[in-house]
């Protein structure tokens, strides 16, 4: 008679399969509550328009961008002025007035000066090695632009995308003079002003030749080499090698709607959003998918999308007024914000308003332990300044 007693004894130094499993879950859960406590972050200034004839200026502001020195900040949206604020002014001090210890500005007293741009502006990038001088940008009528900033003037126009909307500009770290911009006419194009006829196309690259879509996003790896990424509204992501544009390296294809933004989080992970609702971590060696994102709502907006790589941390906007910010190890955000208690308390709260959504978002690039987030939202072009930082004591 066979003995079948062996089949229900269990070595008590084992775990079965299951209990291991159980034990991995819970293990995980405990390390994501502790990286929920790991940071702190505070409101500290909120920047409005003044409030006119009872409500307020239609001023949404659709990108943020600090420059290389992270002193300064740039903005831009409809109200089709660039300004420049000193990271000094966006910080609290004394004589300004303050609610529950928030500091209130305005933009006119809060910036430190305002270019007027031709038409509505739809991206931002501080040129590479120009002393945060020179600054680019991107409008709706289809015009790169590039503005000296010390004498505030226009000193490069390119406008080679048939009319249609310039959705996003970069610059190239490889080579610093070269920039790329990407537009509803379905191509990503490089150009150089030192070429002169309103800057030479070096390459012009259309990702989906077959059914030709927006390019919504453009981005030159910031850590050097001849890498840049463009995402398109066919859900796709083209990686390119700028020295020989034929054919893309790599082709990301996992989100289900229109890629909007895209960020390098390190020499070879990439971040892209998408109006799907998440945000996914790629390896662009391997062009397979490390995470997803979800908790955010974007299902028809621009949003933003910044990473700070110091700390591991990956922000974005929402469509529900709020700001998420997710630790690039975990899946589900690790700090909720709404813009609405404080937009009202500032005068921003007036009806029919559109303050439904949180339009851009920017980190300051600083130390491993602390850093500034700032995030735009609604039509009134409210900037709320918070500060990031590690807690002594985890819970």
Aim: some cysteine; proline content about 4%; overall charge neutral.
């Amino acid at each position: 008679m066979k003995n079948f007693s062996s089949h229900f004894l269990q070595d008590p130094n084992k775990e079965i399969p299951e209990t291991r499993q159980k034990l991995g879950k819970e293990e995980k859960k405990q390390e994501e509550e502790r990286a929920r406590c790991e940071w702190e972050f505070n409101l500290c200034t909120v920047v409005s328009s003044p409030a006119i004839n009872g409500g307020t200026v239609s001023d949404t502001l659709g990108v943020i961008e600090f420059d290389p020195s992270d002193s300064f900040l740039a903005t831009g949206g409809i109200s089709r002025k660039i300004r420049i604020y000193s990271v000094k002014s966006l910080f609290p001090y004394e004589g300004i007035s303050k609610i529950h210890g928030v500091t209130l500005l305005d933009h006119a007293t809060a910036c430190d000066y305002y270019i007027c741009t031709p038409a509505k502006l739809s991206s931002l990038r501080w040129k590479p090695r120009s002393g945060g001088r020179v600054l680019g940008s991107g409008d709706y009528d289809g015009v790169v632009m590039e503005y000296d900033l010390e004498r505030r003037v226009p000193v490069f126009e390119r406008d080679e995308h048939g009319g249609r909307r310039v959705w996003s500009i970069d610059y190239s770290h490889w080579d610093p003079i070269v920039g790329a911009s990407g537009s509803d006419d379905g191509t990503m194009q490089m150009w150089d002003p030192r070429c002169g006829d309103e800057g030479k196309c070096l390459a012009a690259v259309q990702p989906n030749t077959t059914a030709p879509s927006s390019v919504c996003c453009v981005e030159f790896n910031p850590f050097g080499g001849a890498l840049v990424a463009v995402g398109c509204a066919d859900r796709k992501v083209y990686g390119y090698d700028i020295r020989r544009m034929a054919d893309p390296i790599f082709v990301f294809d996992g989100h289900q709607k229109a890629v909007t933004y895209i960020k390098f989080l390190d020499f070879q992970t990439i971040i892209t959003s998408a109006i799907d609702g998440c945000l996914k971590m790629w390896n662009s060696e391997n062009q397979q998918i490390i995470r997803t994102y979800k908790g955010h709502i974007n299902s028809r907006r621009f949003v933003g999308l910044s990473v700070w790589r110091g700390g591991g941390l990956l922000c974005c906007g929402s469509e529900n007024n709020q700001v998420f910010v997710y630790d690039k190890r975990w899946s589900e955000p690790i700090w909720v914000q709404g813009f609405e208690p404080v937009a009202a308390a500032v005068g921003g709260g007036g009806q029919g308003c559109d303050r439904g959504f949180v339009s851009g978002v920017s980190w300051r690039q600083t130390e491993d332990d602390r850093c500034i987030l700032v995030a735009a939202g609604g039509s009134g072009g409210i900037l709320q300044v918070f500060e990031c930082k590690k807690k002594v004591m985890q819970c």
